[in-house]
């Protein structure tokens, strides 16, 4: 079955210091792996994604995620964190299975990110 | 910038109870879809939506449930009669096309009573 996996709930984080949020993930074929950022009160934002290409994708914020076909992962990463990055990040996988053309995501159950100064 | 909207933004009902979300994609996408997440677990998908049909559903999509773009603008899910585990926060998202990046509202909470 495809999956996503986020094996940390919660990740704390001083300001200023680098930032990891973990994701791995189990599909049929090649992936379309996503990362979506949840703040208090707020939808789900787009920060990047993956399709083919180079393995270290940038996205919104100073956000960047590596793909790692061996290891099967799909890491979120920040240089220097800030105070505002925290939030409820959640990485997700296009559903290669019934999403057909139409691309459902499989979300996994999502890390809250901490920063605090 | 353009983005989705949801009303309302919270829905409280009584078990039993039919209730209508409400949804305004962005304007020019043509692929529509809910998605729910009951308080701590994961977001899941519900069902997708593309030229005024379902594409795909999930289990969880039952009889119970429906979905409907009555005009240009508005995608509305409705369950008809609510149960105490419909609770939950609905998304809608939208893209412009299928394998595109989804862009999602804000969410509506629904609280059944």
């Known amino acids: 079955a495809q999956s996503v996996a986020q094996p940390e709930d919660q990740v704390n984080v001083a300001e200023g210091n680098p930032l990891t949020v973990k994701c791995t993930y189990s599909v049929s074929g090649n992936p379309y792996l996503f990362w979506y950022v949840q703040y208090p009160n707020r939808g789900l934002q787009f920060l990047l994604k993956?399709?083919?290409?180079?393995?270290l994708v940038k996205g919104s914020y100073g956000f960047e995620a590596e793909f790692n076909k061996s290891q099967t992962s799909f890491h979120l990463k920040k240089p220097s964190a800030l105070v505002s990055d925290s939030a409820l990040y959640f990485c997700?996988?296009?559903?290669?299975?019934?999403?057909?053309?139409?691309?459902?995501?499989?979300f996994g159950k999502g890390t809250k990110l901490s920063v605090k100064p | 910038e353009p983005e989705v909207t949801q009303t309302p933004s919270h829905q409280v009902t009584q078990m039993g109870q039919e209730v209508i979300l409400r949804c305004v994609p962005i304007?020019?996408?043509?692929?529509f879809y809910w998605y729910r997440q009951i308080l701590g677990q994961k977001v899941e998908f519900l069902v997708s939506f593309y030229n005024n049909e379902i594409s795909e559903k999930s289990e969880i999509f039952d009889d119970q449930f429906s979905v409907e773009r009555p005009d240009g603008s508005n995608f509305t899910l409705k369950i008809r009669s609510t149960k105490l585990e419909d609770s939950a926060m609905y998304f809608c998202?939208?893209?412009?096309?299928?394998?595109?990046?989804?862009?999602f509202g804000a969410g509506t909470r629904l609280s059944v009573l």
């Open positions: 304007s020019n996408h043509l692929y």
């Open positions: 993956y399709i083919t290409g180079d393995n």
């Open positions: 997700a996988v296009r559903d290669m299975l019934y999403g057909g053309s139409q691309g459902n995501l499989i």
């Open positions: 998202a939208s893209s412009e096309r299928g394998r595109n990046i989804q862009y």
